[in-house]
């Protein structure tokens, strides 16, 4: 059974810092890419970032360019996302995604191409 757990969310003052984690198990994670997504009321699921299984190609939502880091730990089964310069529009609840198909700067971002997925963390950025 597969199973992604994030963690790391909560509130915080815009300019603050936060770091999530996914931590995976029921699959081999090291064969897998990963992806940040997340979705604030009232809208659609938007893709934040996203890693090879190596860790050595990484992707980025534009509006996230700069400020957020994607990283993964293999020996960990655990995927981060390390937040810094946190706006109010950040403000939403953060999922982690597996995704089994090769990735490239023309896919990554696609919500459909992930198989499973957690059940979110809540980051809330207030002004």
């Known amino acids: 059974q597969v199973q992604l757990v994030e963690s790391g969310g909560g509130s915080v003052q815009a300019g603050g810092s936060l770091r999530l984690s996914c931590a995976i198990s029921g699959l081999t994670f090291s064969s897998y890419r990963m992806g940040w997504f997340r979705q604030a009321p009232g809208t659609e699921r938007e893709p934040v970032a996203a890693?090879?299984?190596?860790?050595?190609?990484?992707f980025y939502t534009d509006s996230v360019k700069g400020r957020f880091i994607i990283s993964r730990d293999n020996a960990k089964n655990t995927v981060y996302l390390q937040m810094n310069s946190l706006k109010p529009e950040d403000t939403a609840v953060y999922y982690c995604?597996?995704?089994?198909?090769?990735?490239?700067?023309?896919?990554?971002?696609?919500?459909?191409?992930?198989?499973?997925w957690g059940p979110g963390t809540q980051v809330t950025v207030s002004s």
């Open positions: 890693v090879s299984t190596s860790g050595t190609l990484k």
């Open positions: 995604a597996t995704r089994g198909r090769p990735i490239d700067s023309t896919s990554w971002h696609r919500t459909s191409d992930y198989e499973y």
